[in-house]
């Protein structure tokens, strides 16, 4: 079991970057696939990344590639979402999230696909 806890949001205008941090406790970390989801007033919780047990394997939603970049740190129990050139429409709570099943980005883009979930983090992007 792992339990999940984001930090690092806030209020950022256009342009802007933010980088998120999910800690996460146990001794399994390195056992998990991790995904970024991101749910926006009214709307459904909306796939952002994901990344493999070892790094070396990552996805994105088309809406953030190449602005967003997801890593993370085995030895720290930690995984992070970098944000650059922010915009209006990525205001969200965002959640990061951990799977167990085999490596397949396709799936790994579905919140299904996950067995534990941190609380969220508020990003608020300004126009």
């Known amino acids: 079991q792992v339990q999940l806890v984001e930090s690092g949001g806030g209020l950022v205008q256009a342009g802007g970057s933010l980088r998120l941090s999910c800690a996460a406790s146990?001794?399994?970390?390195?056992?998990?696939?991790m995904g970024w989801f991101r749910q926006a007033p009214g709307k459904e919780r909306e796939f952002v990344a994901t990344?493999?047990?070892?790094?070396?394997?990552?996805y994105y939603a088309d809406s953030v590639k190449g602005r967003f970049t997801i890593s993370r740190a085995n030895a720290k129990n930690a995984v992070f979402l970098q944000m650059n050139s922010l915009k209006p429409e990525d205001t969200a709570v965002y959640y990061c999230?951990?799977?167990?099943?085999?490596?397949?980005?396709?799936?790994?883009?579905?919140?299904?696909?996950?067995?534990?979930w941190g609380q969220g983090t508020q990003v608020t992007v300004s126009s």
């Open positions: 999230a951990a799977s167990l099943i085999i490596w397949n980005w396709g799936a790994l883009s579905s919140s299904s696909s996950y067995d534990y």
């Open positions: 146990g001794r399994t970390f390195s056992s998990y696939h």
């Open positions: 990344l493999s047990q070892s790094g070396g394997s990552t």
